[in-house]
């Protein structure tokens, strides 16, 4: 059974760091994607990057590029999403998805209806 759990989100002050886990089960991430997505609310969800299941070439959203990284450790079959320079907006619940292709490439990546398999989200809030 193909599953992905967010965890590590919480509390941090405009300009700090956190550091989200996406552990997947029942796959391996030799041969699927992983994507980050967000949604505030009363905004549609949002997609943030997504990293190629071999190469792990990874793309970002313009909203996020240079301030947030994906990163994956085979060993733990986990992605993470170490997020820099936080921002009040950037407050939302934060999702990882999968889907069973290598690249992120030649479909919109950023579009949620894309993935099949969803993470039950994890809330970032960022507040002084």
């Known amino acids: 059974q193909v599953q992905v759990v967010e965890s590590g989100g919480g509390l941090v002050q405009p300009g700090g760091s956190l550091r989200l886990s996406c552990a997947a089960s029942?796959?391996?991430?030799?041969?699927?994607?992983i994507a980050w997505f967000r949604q505030a609310p009363g905004k549609e969800r949002e997609g943030l990057s997504c990293m190629n299941s071999g190469d792990l070439n990874t793309y970002y959203a313009d909203s996020v590029k240079g301030r947030f990284t994906a990163s994956r450790d085979n060993a733990k079959n986990t992605v993470y999403l170490q997020m820099n320079s936080l921002k009040p907006e950037d407050t939302a619940v934060y999702y990882c998805?999968?889907?069973?292709?290598?690249?992120?490439?030649?479909?919109?990546?950023?579009?949620?209806?894309?993935?099949?398999?969803w993470g039950q989200g994890t809330q970032v809030t960022v507040s002084s």
């Open positions: 029942g796959f391996t991430l030799d041969y699927h994607v």
């Open positions: 998805a999968t889907e069973r292709t290598y690249y992120c490439t030649g479909y919109g990546w950023w579009a949620s209806s894309e993935y099949t398999y």
